[in-house]
């Protein structure tokens, strides 16, 4: 076993050099492509010539030039940023529910969590309008946030809840509970849908369907502030969801806090997978994905994993909006379509390798 893992370590640093090269490539080619391709001749000159324009060294940009720059640093920009900030979340929150559950197919979108995140903001989406109160327009948007907040917080506490208490220390019974909290969500969401009017049916056909179009510098520095502050104690998290693999009397005689750290990896997977949803709609499979290369890589260490599981999602996110922004082009495909469709192989192929073990 020390041998694998060794083994492990060392083939996959071997191969980080070309890792580092096709990320480098994958980034370059979602700045570049979409509905306006950049080209990075004339965009490193257009910003050459505003930066000596600003200084007063010389005339302002051309007019393509100037559409380019706009495209650039206020539409392609934050939004390649917000869909690695925004993976790496969903990857940190999937390795997270992994290291917790004991479960290599736990993930928040698998589990429910993700559906009622999207559930909590299809029923402020279709009911906000209807209070009986005026709303101001500064918290008017923070409604959407928190209402995905607290949908995801509420979904992590049902599923524990329940599935500790019907099916306690079973696999399946966790998936069957996460089953019936997508079920749940899923009928919430269609009472939603056929109350809505047509303004708000685009607004939950965005949430259910899942986009990154609403990226912008204000919701990147939002989501960057939150995950910082969302990876406080991480080599602490990690360290005690490996004693925790060993079973959960181990890890107490270790000495970690298990309730402490059930409530802690909750309410990081709610906070992590409500901000996304507020801005990203529903977006599922990308902790699965991401969390289940890292361990075909370096084993199941989740001082490694959870790291890992951040830049492994990041990348995947980007490559599905990259895809979904230009596979269709000018109309732009849902990016948790393109996710769906990557990530039920994965989910199907994990399964085929759970029953070999079995027998």
């Not at 690695?84 to 290291?99: D, K, N, P, T, V």
């Not at 197919?105 to 209070?131: H, K, R």
């Amino acid at each position: 076993m020390a041998f694998t893992a060794a083994h492990r370590s060392v083939s996959s640093g071997r191969h980080w050099p070309l890792y580092s090269l096709l990320s480098a490539l994958l980034i370059m080619t979602a700045l570049a492509a979409g509905a306006v391709h950049l080209q990075w001749p004339v965009l490193a000159d257009a910003s050459l010539q505003a930066l000596q324009h600003w200084l007063g060294l010389a005339e302002a940009p051309s007019a393509m030039q100037s559409s380019q720059l706009y495209v650039f640093w206020f539409m392609r920009l934050p939004r390649v940023l917000f869909a690695l900030l925004a993976g790496a979340a969903l990857g940190y929150s999937g390795g997270l529910c992994q290291g917790l559950f004991r479960n290599p197919l736990a993930d928040p979108g698998l589990l429910g969590v993700t559906t009622g995140a999207a559930c909590a903001a299809a029923l402020s989406i279709v009911f906000i309008g209807n209070l009986p109160w005026p709303v101001s327009p500064a918290l008017r948007g923070w409604i959407l946030p928190v209402a995905a907040f607290s949908g995801a917080l509420l979904t992590c506490l049902l599923l524990d809840a329940v599935a500790r208490w019907l099916t306690p220390g079973s696999v399946t019974g966790l998936l069957l509970t996460g089953i019936a909290m997508n079920a749940l969500a899923a009928a919430v969401i269609g009472i939603c849908t056929y109350l809505s009017t047509d303004e708000q049916l685009r607004n939950l056909s965005f949430w259910t369907l899942g986009s990154l179009s609403a990226a912008s510098w204000p919701a990147l520095l939002a989501l960057s502030m939150i995950l910082l502050l969302s990876l406080h104690r991480l080599k602490h998290t990690a360290q005690a969801l490996n004693a925790m693999s060993l079973g959960a009397q181990t890890a107490a005689h270790s000495g970690v806090n298990i309730a402490a750290l059930r409530w802690r990896v909750i309410l990081t997977v709610a906070v992590l997978t409500g901000v996304v949803m507020a801005w990203c709609g529903a977006i599922g499979f990308i902790g699965l994905i991401a969390a289940h290369l890292v361990r075909m890589q370096r084993g199941a260490d989740q001082r490694i994993v959870l790291p890992g599981a951040m830049l492994s999602g990041a990348l995947v996110l980007l490559l599905a909006d990259t895809l979904a922004r230009t596979l269709a082009l000018p109309a732009e495909i849902p990016v948790g379509i393109l996710t769906a469709l990557c990530g039920s192989p994965v989910l199907l192929w994990l399964l085929y390798q759970s029953r070999q073990r079995l027998y």
